[in-house]
């Protein structure tokens, strides 16, 4: 469980907290469910705040992500490390949660084909599909799309842009090779 005790969490309510990591500043906003939301790393706390969206009616919770804010510092530090955690998607289509779910079974340090993910979810042929709901997701790292590229090997879009995710997966190949 990534938040310090259940009692933490009133049902309904969203909590959210930006924080330092080796590479930039990042985000997270969930609910009582799960996970709604992370960003990638950014320069500042306000932007990594403002890419979660409407925080409004969300509070600071400083001590309800330690577990989580410790995997995601190890994470950009260069090591492996795993995301099993809870998610809440409610805005998700069903083939966005199929296409997610598939992505999340990726191996850290490894990469997989849109194709392959379109194979996996049953849809051989909606491999632009998958490339449109990757380009969705909520929860980079948590769902690590980075890890999807073209089936010629090329690094594809992102929406972190094509030098984070060329970052990234150069980061996890630096921790599997030790």
Known sequence: ?????????????????TFDTDMGWV???SSAKGLRCTTLPQPSAQEAQHLLGNINDATWAL??????????????????????????????????RRVWEITRL????????YA??????????AVRAVGQALGKNPLP?????????????????FGGGVEMKKHLLSLEAAATIG
């Not at 510092?73 to 998700?92: C, E, K, N, W």
């Not at 990726?106 to 084909?113: H, L, N």
């Not at 690590?144 to 690094?155: A, E, F, M, Q």
């Open 1 to 17: 469980m990534w938040f310090t005790t259940l009692e933490d969490i009133v049902p309904g309510e969203l909590k959210y907290i």
């Open 27 to 29: 985000g997270i906003l």
């Open 63 to 96: 001590h309800s992500f330690d577990n989580l804010i410790q995997r995601f510092r190890i994470y950009f530090s260069g090591h492996r490390v795993t995301f099993p955690d809870q998610l809440d998607l409610p805005g998700a289509t069903a083939f966005q």
């Open 106 to 113: 990726i191996p850290y340090g490894e990469t997989r084909s």
């Open 116 to 125: 392959w993910v379109a194979q996996q979810i049953g849809q051989p042929r």
């Open 141 to 157: 790292i948590i769902i690590p799309c980075h890890r999807v590229i073209t089936s010629n090997g090329k690094l594809g879009g």
